[in-house]
């Protein structure tokens, strides 16, 4: 008769990765690896030097973990994207940045204690990541006021201010608000527009808690695009509260679209914002890769 096996399961294998250079993150690191530590898991403690070094990490790491644990904000998160893709690992989020806009569109908790529950429960969710020329983001891309938002919301901001900074850097961009000229096509479909900002949303949330599409899902297998078509800055402002909540149908100063694909092209070359990063200019194709990967969230 064989007995019953008297070892302990073999505990999950965490690789975290924590955005050092953030306040947040130095003060929270340890904090974080303890309280995975605690939840049952077997930490690895992933140093990065540059935003690269997050992907590059994760792959070195493939077979030796079972799951990425990232504890940041969006554009920490978005930098594990192509790791995350590469390697098929489930991945854990840990909101410690600034705007945590993936976290509240996931429904996790927005403390630590919360998160690493989560993590622990085990519960998976498949979503989708959006993708524009190459690269891969879980919340938004965009042209126009999310560039110049980017270029405005520096880390001493963040760091004075945390989420209210957003608020801050807008009011210093919208000063400068200048409409521009883009073509958007969509299944073959032109779309001309005149607008101030153009985003193509993956997620729900995006920009400190703003609402791509109030019936916008990140595992819908969709992109909800909207374009910002307004003459002034005063009107701007009297579109926020819809902007927040999502329910943009009753203005006609926004205009908006979804698809599977979209293609942007502007009148003279622009930037493009994904998550919070810079990452390519247009002409700009943006794709959505259904159930690109496994995320930890409530049940």
């Known amino acids: 008769m064989d007995l019953p096996d008297a070892r302990p399961p073999a505990r999950r294998r965490a690789l975290l990765i924590v955005n050092e250079h953030s306040r947040s993150g130095r003060e929270r690191g340890d904090e974080a690896e303890a309280a995975l530590d ?96 190459g690269h891969p983001y879980f919340n938004v891309a965009s042209l126009g006021f999310g560039v110049d938002l980017t270029h405005a919301l520096t880390s001493d901001a963040k760091k004075r201010w945390g989420p209210l900074g957003y608020a801050v850097a ?26 101030v900002h153009l985003a193509v949303g993956n997620g729900r949330h995006y920009g400190g808690g703003m609402t791509v599409s109030h019936d916008a899902a990140i595992d819908d297998g969709r992109l909800d695009v909207y374009s910002l078509e307004v003459a002034s800055v005063w009107k701007l402002l009297m579109l926020l509260p819809a902007l927040r909540s999502g329910h943009t149908q009753d203005w006609t100063e926004i205009h ?15 930037s493009v914002n994904a998550d919070g990063e ?5 002409p700009a194709v943006f794709r959505v890769l259904h159930d690109a990967v496994a995320v930890f969230a409530p049940g």
């Open 170 to 195: 807008g009011l210093r961009v919208l000063r400068r608000l200048r409409p521009f000229h883009v073509d958007i096509e969509i299944g073959g479909v032109r779309h001309p527009s005149r607008t």
């Open 256 to 270: 908006t679209l979804d698809g599977a694909e979209i293609r942007v092209t502007a009148h003279r070359e622009r």
């Open 38 to 133: 605690e939840a049952g898991l077997a930490v690895t403690r992933g140093h990065t030097d540059s935003r690269e070094d997050v992907s590059r990490r994760i792959r070195e790491m493939r077979g030796s973990v079972d799951l990425v644990v990232v504890g940041g904000g969006d554009g920490t998160i978005n930098a594990a994207a192509p790791g995350i893709i590469g390697t098929g690992l489930p991945l854990g989020v840990l909101p410690l940045g600034t705007a945590n806009d993936l976290a509240r569109t996931l429904g996790l908790p927005m403390d630590l204690e919360g998160a690493v529950a989560a993590i622990a429960a085990g519960h998976l969710r498949r979503i989708d990541l959006g993708e524009v020329n």
């Open 278 to 282: 810079i990452v390519t200019r247009t």
